[in-house]
C-alpha cells in the first residue's frame, strides 16, 4: 500500500471522526436545550401590560413569567382580549379587556380540552345551585332578610361555581365605573374559580380551578391536593381517603419519582409508576399491553361505574351525542339507539338565572358502565392482575350494595311514606328532625362509606362510613321517624312503630335484640384474654 | 584567570550560575526535522501539547477557586461561572481545550497508526502514546466529576460501576477510584488529587518519554510517491521553521477556543442528587462507545470488549510483528484491521449519541 493510499485513508477516517463529532455535538445540543428551560418573551402586543403590571402586581407578572405561555410568547392580551360590546368588556389602555377569562376564551387555542371538559360533570358542578345543598346554605346558613348569603358565596360556590353577575341599575344596564367604564361585577359572584362557573358568555366551568394561573403548572394540576380543594370534608372526603389508602402513601413517600412536571403527555407505565393520583385514574394516559392509551380527556367522569352521591347509588350508563354533550342514564333508564334524535334537558342561564332547556340531540355514542369501568380498569390493570382487580370491585360493590339495600333503600322508603301520609311537606326539606338525620345519612356518612371502598380507605369506609351510618339509622333515625308520626296523630305513631318494629326483627336487623349465647361468650372470653377485663 | 573567570568569560555571568552543557541543550532543539512536517497536516503531535499548556494554565487558575468537597464543588464551579470576572471564559477555555485535545490526541494516532510510523525500532513509543491517550481520557472524566452536576456525579456512578466488572482487579480498582462502597465524600476528593496532582505528574513523565524517544529515534521520514525532495531538502531545522508552524497552529488553536467559548461557554446541569437517579444518564462523549457497548452486551461483557480491544491496540506494534513472522500478513492488513476498528468506534459514538 503507498504512502498516497495510507495518507487518504487517514483523510478519509479523519473526516469521519470530525463529522461523527458534529453528529454528537448536534444531538447534545438539541438536548441541552430541551434540559434548559426557555425564558419569558413578552411580544409587542404584551409589552406595555407587563411594563405596568410588573410595578401594580409584580408577582403575578412573575408567575406568568414562568408559565410554559410566557415561553411560548402568549401573553395578557392573548388571553383577556374581549370584543367591543361584550357584557364584561372595558378599553383599557386602548385594548378590549376583560378580567374575566372563561373556558371559551381558553378554547380559542385549546379547543379539544374545551369541547371535553364542556361535556364533562365538573362542567355541570354549578347546576348544584338548585339542589339541597344551595337551600342550606342560602336558607339555613343565610340571612334572606338582608340577602346576605355569605354562606353560598365563599362556602358552595368557591367550588361548585357561581351565576357571574353584574351590578345594573334600575333599567337594567349594566353599571360602569371609572375613566374606562369598566363594568362592575356582582361581588357576590365574582372572584369565583368554581368548578362549573356559569360565565356570561355561555360557557360553563373555570380552567383556572384546576391550571390555576398565571404559571399554569402541569405539577400542580397532577397533583392530588389540587383536587382535594373541593373533594374533602364530610360530605366528600375523597382527599382524605387518598391520603390514607396506600396510593396516598406511595404518592407522598415517592413525589420526586412522579414526573409531575414532564412536558405533554404524562403517562403511567412510560413516565411514572409510583403512585397513581387522582388525574392518574380518572383522566390521564396509561400504557396498554397495546399502547398508550389516551387518557387526559378532561372528562372526569369518563370511568365512573357508580354514582356514590345520591341517596341509593345506581350504576351509570352514558349516552353521548353528536355535538359533544353527555348525559348519565342511571342503569334501568332505557337507552336510546345509535343515531336516534332525542329530547335532552340542559342547564343554561338566561337572565343571570338557571334554567332548564330542552334540546333535541343525535346520540352518537352509548357508553355502558362496565365499558366505563373498563377503561378505569386499564389504569389499575398497569400495576394489578386481572384478579386483584376484578376482587377489589368485587369488594366495592358489595359495599354499595349493602349500603344500599340495608340503609338506604329502607329509609328512603320510610320518608317517601312519611310524606305520602302527609307527615313531612315536599317543599320543606329541613322542617323536622328527621329530614336532617336522614339528609346526614345519606349525603356525609353514606357516602363516606361509599367513597372509602371506592378508593381502599378503610377507615372511612367503616368507622367514619358504615359505623355511623348504622349507629344513626338505629339510634336516631328510626326513633325520629316514628317521633315524627307521633306529632302527627297518635295513630301515624303506631302505624311508623310497627313498620319499625317489623324491620327490626328481620334477619339483618334482629342481631339489635341480643347476640347468640355463642356469639355473646365468644366476645366475653376475647375481652378477658386480651386485656383481662 | 580562575576557572570561574574563563567560564564567565565564554558564557557569561549567568552561565557560571548554572553550569549545564549548553550545547547539549541547544543540539536537543536542533532536532533535524524531515521534510514531510513542513505539511501543516502532520503537525498534530504538537497540537496537544499545545493544548495541554492552556489545560494547565487555566486549570491552576480554576484550582484557585475550586473546592473540593461534595457540599461545596457545584457552587464553586457557579460561583467561577457567574460570579468571577472572566471565570466563564477561563472555564470555557479549559472545557474546549479539554475537548480538542482528545480530538487531536486520536487524529495523532490516526496518523501515526496509518502511515506505521509505530513499527520497529517505535513500538515503545506507541504504546507511550496510548498511555498518553489514556492519561487525557482520564483527565476527562475525573474533571468532568468534578462539576458535580447531576449527569457528572451519575456518569462517575456508571463508570465506577463499570471499573467494577473488570476481572480480577475490579473490585478493588472500584473500591479504589470511589473511596467506598459507592460514589461520595471520598470520590470527589480522589478525583480532584488524581485530577490536579497524579494525571499531571503522569502526563509529564510521560510526554517527557515520549518525546525523548522522538528525538532519540527521530521523527519517522515519510516519502511520498512522485515527490522530489533534494538531499537539502530532506530536514530543515527546529528551530526556527518548525517551530514558527507550531506557533501559528498555536494562534489558529487560541482563536479555535475563544470561539467555542463565546458561541458555547461551558453551562451547569442540575446539581447533584445521590438521591435521584436521572432518565438518562451519559458520560461525556469519547466515552460513548462504550457505554453503547454496555446497552447492546452486557456488563461482564462490555468491559470485557474494552480491556481486550485496548490491550490489542496498546501491543499492536508486537502483535504485528509476531503475525507478520508466523504468517507472512501484509502491511495493508493492519490498514484495513484499523479501518475496521475506528469505523466500529465511530458507529457506536454516534449511534449513543442519536439514541433517545
Known amino acids: 500500500m503507498t504512502l498516497n493510499t495510507k495518507r487518504y485513508v487517514v483523510a478519509g477516517l479523519s473526516f469521519l471522526f470530525l463529522a461523527s463529532l458534529l453528529v454528537v455535538a448536534y444531538h447534545e445540543s438539541k438536548r441541552h436545550r430541551e434540559e434548559v428551560k426557555p425564558g419569558p418573551i413578552v411580544t409587542a402586543t404584551n409589552e406595555s401590560c407587563v411594563s405596568c403590571h410588573r410595578k401594580d402586581s409584580a408577582a403575578l407578572v412573575m408567575e406568568w413569567e414562568r408559565s410554559r405561555h410566557a415561553q411560548q410568547g402568549i401573553g395578557c392580551v392573548d388571553c383577556h382580549q374581549a370584543a367591543e360590546g361584550e357584557i364584561d368588556a372595558w378599553k383599557h389602555e386602548g385594548v378590549w379587556v376583560s378580567a374575566l377569562v372563561t373556558p371559551k376564551d381558553c378554547s380559542r387555542c385549546h379547543v379539544r380540552e374545551y369541547q371535553e371538559f364542556a361535556g364533562s360533570h365538573h362542567a355541570k358542578a354549578g347546576e348544584i345551585l338548585a339542589s339541597l345543598d344551595n337551600v342550606l346554605a342560602e336558607k339555613a346558613a343565610g340571612m334572606p332578610s338582608t340577602g346576605n348569603i355569605a354562606d353560598a358565596v365563599n362556602g358552595c360556590w368557591q367550588c361548585h361555581g357561581a351565576i357571574v353577575k353584574f351590578k345594573r341599575d334600575a333599567n337594567g344596564q349594566v353599571l360602569r365605573e371609572g375613566k374606562e367604564n369598566k363594568p362592575v361585577i356582582d361581588a357576590n359572584t365574582w372572584p369565583n374559580s368554581g368548578m362549573g362557573r356559569l360565565n356570561p358568555d355561555g360557557s360553563k366551568g373555570s380552567c383556572h380551578a384546576c391550571h390555576s394561573r398565571h404559571a399554569f403548572e402541569s405539577k400542580l394540576s397532577r397533583s392530588p391536593e389540587n383536587c382535594g380543594k373541593c373533594h374533602m370534608g364530610p360530605d366528600h372526603p375523597q382527599i382524605e381517603i387518598y391520603n390514607e389508602s396506600k396510593h396516598g402513601i406511595a404518592f407522598y413517600a415517592n413525589r420526586d419519582q412522579m414526573a409531575l412536571d414532564k412536558r405533554g403527555d404524562w403517562v403511567l407505565g412510560r413516565d411514572y409508576s409510583a403512585a397513581p393520583t387522582c388525574a392518574t385514574c380518572h383522566i390521564s394516559s396509561y400504557m396498554t399491553p397495546q399502547g398508550v392509551f389516551k387518557g387526559n380527556s378532561h372528562d372526569v367522569g369518563e370511568r365512573i361505574s357508580w354514582t356514590l352521591r345520591p341517596v341509593i347509588s345506581t350504576k351509570l350508563n352514558m349516552v353521548v351525542y353528536a355535538d359533544g354533550y353527555k348525559e348519565d342514564y342511571p342503569e334501568g333508564k332505557p337507552l336510546p339507539a345509535v343515531g336516534a334524535q332525542v329530547d335532552t334537558k340542559e342547564k343554561v342561564v338566561e337572565n343571570e338565572a338557571l334554567v332548564t332547556k330542552t334540546v333535541p340531540r343525535k346520540v352518537s355514542q352509548v357508553v355502558t358502565w362496565d365499558q366505563r369501568r373498563e377503561t378505569m380498569k386499564g389504569a389499575c390493570l398497569n400495576c394489578h392482575n386481572d384478579t386483584y382487580v376484578d376482587n377489589f370491585y368485587k369488594q366495592f360493590d358489595d359495599l354499595v350494595v349493602l349500603y344500599n339495600e340495608k340503609f338506604a333503600r329502607p329509609a328512603q322508603q320510610l320518608m317517601d311514606e312519611l310524606k305520602n301520609d302527609g307527615v313531612l311537606k315536599a317543599d320543606a326539606p329541613f322542617e323536622h328532625e328527621v329530614q336532617w338525620i336522614f339528609y346526614e345519612l345519606w349525603h356525609h356518612e353514606g357516602r363516606r362509606a361509599r367513597h372509602g371502598a371506592s378508593m381502599m380507605g378503610p377507615d372511612y369506609t367503616h368507622w367514619h362510613g358504615m359505623y355511623e351510618v348504622s349507629k344513626h339509622f338505629y339510634t336516631e333515625f328510626l326513633p325520629a321517624v316514628v317521633h315524627v308520626a307521633e306529632e302527627k296523630s297518635a295513630a301515624l305513631g303506631n302505624k311508623y312503630r310497627q313498620k319499625v318494629e317489623t324491620m327490626l326483627n328481620q334477619l339483618d336487623h334482629n342481631w339489635l335484640n341480643g347476640l347468640s349465647p355463642e356469639e355473646a361468650e365468644a366476645l366475653r372470653r376475647m375481652y378477658k384474654e386480651r386485656y383481662n377485663q | ?356
Open chain 2, 1 to 356: 584567570m580562575s576557572a570561574e573567570g574563563q567560564v564567565a568569560g565564554k558564557g557569561g555571568y549567568l552561565k557560571s550560575l548554572f553550569p549545564m552543557d549548553w550545547d547539549l541543550v541547544r543540539h536537543a532543539g536542533a532536532e533535524p526535522v524531515p521534510y514531510h512536517l513542513k505539511k501543516w497536516w502532520f503537525c498534530l503531535g504538537g497540537t496537544p501539547l499545545y493544548l495541554l499548556v492552556v489545560q494547565v494554565l487555566t486549570g491552576i487558575a480554576l484550582t484557585f477557586y475550586y473546592v473540593p468537597s461534595p457540599q461545596e464543588a457545584y457552587a464553586s464551579v457557579a460561583a467561577i461561572t457567574n460570579e468571577l470576572r472572566f471565570g466563564w471564559y477561563i472555564r470555557s477555555l479549559h472545557k474546549w481545550a479539554g475537548n480538542l485535545m482528545i480530538v487531536a490526541v486520536f487524529l495523532h494516532l490516526l496518523r501515526v497508526y496509518f502511515t506505521g510510523a509505530y513499527r520497529h525500532p517505535r513500538q515503545l513509543n506507541w504504546c507511550i502514546g496510548l498511555a498518553l491517550l489514556g492519561t487525557t481520557l482520564t483527565f476527562g472524566f475525573t474533571g468532568y466529576s468534578l462539576i458535580y452536576e447531576q449527569l457528572s456525579f451519575w456518569g462517575a456512578t456508571v463508570a465506577t460501576n463499570l471499573a467494577e466488572a473488570v476481572p480480577v482487579v475490579g473490585g478493588h480498582l472500584a473500591y479504589f477510584m470511589r473511596g467506598g462502597p459507592a460514589v461520595g465524600e471520598n470520590t470527589l476528593t480522589r478525583f480532584f488529587i488524581l485530577h490536579i496532582g497524579v494525571l499531571p505528574t503522569a502526563m509529564f513523565v510521560l510526554l517527557g518519554l515520549h518525546i525523548l524517544l522522538i528525538r532519540m529515534h527521530g521523527v519517522t521520514e515519510l516519502h511520498f510517491e512522485g515527490e522530489k525532495v533534494t538531499k537539502e531538502e530532506r530536514f530543515f531545522r527546529f528551530w526556527p521553521e518548525h517551530a514558527t508552524t507550531e506557533l501559528l497552529i498555536g494562534v489558529l488553536l487560541m482563536y479555535l477556543l475563544t470561539i467555542l467559548a463565546l458561541v458555547f461557554p461551558a453551562g451547569m446541569g442540575e446539581p447533584a442528587d445521590p438521591t435521584q437517579t436521572p432518565p438518562h444518564i451519559k458520560p461525556e462523549w469519547y466515552f460513548y462507545f462504550s457505554f453503547r457497548l454496555l446497552k447492546l452486551t452486557s456488563l461482564h461483557l462490555s468491559v470485557a470488549l474494552t480491556v481486550v480491544g485496548g490491550a490489542v491496540v496498546f501491543c499492536w506494534p508486537f502483535i504485528e510483528e509476531w503475525l507478520q513472522r508466523k504468517y507472512r500478513v501484509p502491511e495493508s492488513f493492519s490498514v484495513v484491521l484499523g479501518v475496521i476498528g475506528f469505523l466500529g468506534f465511530l458507529v457506536l459514538t454516534v449511534w449513543e449519541s442519536i439514541a433517545p
